[in-house]
């Protein structure tokens, strides 16, 4: 097969015994019923609760090949944002155990990634399911949103001190999230994840402000900041805060996502 980086990998049977790094490839294992050959896992993973109990070979601080080594694995599973990880796949390579690089910069990608890992380990038929049920689901949201026109949307995924906001733009499934959901990101014009000014938000003036929180809070306070009450969207309450959770992991909950807000965006189509 050919991964996500076009390395082409042979994987001889269906693995056993695999290592998985990153939330987001550990929540697409489970969503394959692959967590019974699973036996150790990367990066700080919350979800599933089950996966929270398999033995962790790091995290932030890097990934060590010794480690991984430990578990005796037949197939290793690492995402390209972390040069650590990346560099397990060349030490395994040098023992011929073979590794598969999932990207997942934006939703098509991750929705390729289901075949890839279902193709890696022989959950053919899972990996299927899961996606048609997934296209199947972005299509009805598609659908319902169509019969309204786009709202234009600032998506924030983080508040930084001194005026400072965090957003995502095009190449980002979040963006790709945003327009399934019926909205029209008015950060498009920039490139994945980027930090922008409440003067840049001004200037932008959304129909729909969607703040992603760790702890939501009241969503009145974003209307307490210098200056945001003059926003379109606060004078038209439409403002909304909704947990952050699984909304940044490109995984299979991405469609919960979409889900969420499509109903933020035209919540009189979900009354």
């Known amino acids: 097969m050919t991964d ?87 030490a395994f390579e040098r023992v011929q155990v073979p590794s598969v690089v999932l990207a997942h910069p934006d939703l098509p990608s991750l929705l390729r990634n289901i075949d890839l890992l279902g193709r890696a380990t022989g959950a053919d038929e899972a990996a299927r399911a899961l996606r048609t049920g997934m296209e199947g689901r972005l299509q009805a949201i598609a659908g319902k949103v169509a019969v309204s026109p786009r709202r234009s949307v600032y998506l924030e995924t983080a508040a930084a001190a001194r005026g400072a906001f965090q957003t995502m733009g095009t190449g980002h499934y979040a963006n790709d999230a945003l327009q399934w959901a019926g909205g029209r990101n008015v950060f498009a014009d920039l490139q994945g994840s980027q930090q922008v000014s409440a003067e840049a938000i001004f200037v932008r003036d959304p129909d729909v402000i969607i703040s992603l929180q760790q702890v939501p809070k009241d969503a009145a306070l974003i209307a307490e900041r210098p200056g945001w009450h003059s926003l379109r969207a606060v004078k038209s309450g439409r403002v909304v805060v909704l947990e952050r959770s699984h909304k940044l992991i490109p995984g299979p909950r991405q469609i919960e996502a979409v889900e969420q807000y499509a109903r933020a965006l035209h919540p009189e189509l979900f009354a």
């Open 4 to 90: 996500a980086i076009g390395r082409r990998v042979r994987i001889a049977a269906p693995p056993q015994r695999i290592v998985v790094v990153f939330p987001s490839n550990v929540e697409l294992a489970w969503a394959l019923g692959l967590e019974d050959r699973v036996v150790a896992i990367g990066g700080r993973v919350r979800w599933p609760e089950s996966a929270r109990a398999k033995p962790s070979i790091g995290g932030a601080l890097g990934y060590s090949a010794e480690a991984v080594a430990a578990y005796r694995p037949d197939l290793v599973v690492v995402t390209p944002s972390h040069y650590s990880a990346l560099s397990l796949v060349e």
